[in-house]
């Protein structure tokens, strides 16, 4: 085809990038314009919710005759990770990776301004971190009591983010939040729950069955080695937090927002 030939039409089931684009502007304004204690009640059920994924995590680990390494066990844990955050963005909760795009946009739109979207992060992330902690906490307390996990298998959970050197860890982080934030624009373009399902599905397992460091996840992940493991330590805690934090808001913000803002803005989409 010649460079003069138009664009084949758009199928009547596929979203126009244009109008992605416009709608996900829309969602980080609102995300944006909302009151500081909506965002951090939503954040801190996020933090909760996504706590759920790690523990269906170290239970199918603890009941599984496979380990690490064995393909029917991988897939499992996987599908387990991805269960928190289907509970999160189904619900509409406020997830840290996820905003890092959406806020994002109306900043590069030039309809808000950076101290704006430094604001929504910070509210969020705060939220989200203190939700996972509390919902750790609480775990720990029961775990005895509820007997379907052994303490082993959180902090064989935990060692597969936190063995890694600290230039892995940040590069992974990446690749992670650009993945979340890829996911933020798919769920956009999505017309149905079955749809979002698949996607989000799709999108977190591969980020579990790769074990990339996801802040908000991975900080249950590690706290519960933290409490329950001696060979997980608070400073491998702090470090995993500190460049999983850096790495996701890299990667959501150059990989996703600014590449598939400027090609749409710029290209028509």
Do not use: C
Not at 22 to 41: A, D, K, M, W, Y
Not at 249 to 268: P, S
């Amino acid at each position: 085809m010649g460079e003069s030939d138009p664009k084949p039409p758009i199928s009547g089931d596929q979203t126009p990038a244009p109008d992605i684009l416009e709608s996900l502007i829309e969602s980080g304004l609102h995300e944006i314009e909302r009151e500081p204690t909506g965002l951090l009640l939503s954040g801190f059920s996020a933090g909760l919710d996504i706590g759920f994924g790690p523990l269906l995590m170290a239970v199918l680990l603890t009941l599984s005759e496979g380990g690490y390494g064995d393909l029917g066990t991988e897939l499992l844990l996987a599908s387990a990770y991805a269960v928190g955050f289907i509970f999160v963005i189904i619900a509409r909760s406020e997830l840290f990776t996820e905003h890092t795009t959406l806020a994002v946009m109306p900043v590069l739109d030039g309809r808000a301004s950076a101290s704006n979207l430094v604001r929504v992060w910070g509210l969020v992330w705060i939220s989200n971190i203190v939700g996972g902690a509390v919902f750790t906490a609480f775990i720990v307390t029961l775990m005895p009591n509820l007997g379907v996990a052994a303490p082993e298998a959180f902090g064989t959970i935990a060692h597969k983010l936190v063995d890694h050197d600290l230039r892995w860890l940040f590069v992974a982080a990446i690749l992670a939040g650009w993945l979340m934030g890829l996911l933020a624009w798919l769920i956009t373009a999505a017309q149905e729950t079955t749809s979002r399902l698949l996607i989000i599905w799709l999108v977190t397992a591969s980020i579990g069955i790769l074990h990339l460091p996801h802040s908000i996840a991975g900080n249950v992940e590690v706290l519960f080695g933290v409490f329950v493991s001696p060979t997980v330590s608070v400073l491998d805690y702090v470090k995993f937090l500190t460049l999983a934090t850096a790495g996701n808001a890299v990667g959501g913000v150059v990989f996703v927002g600014l590449l598939k803002y400027g090609h749409v803005v710029r290209g028509g989409g």
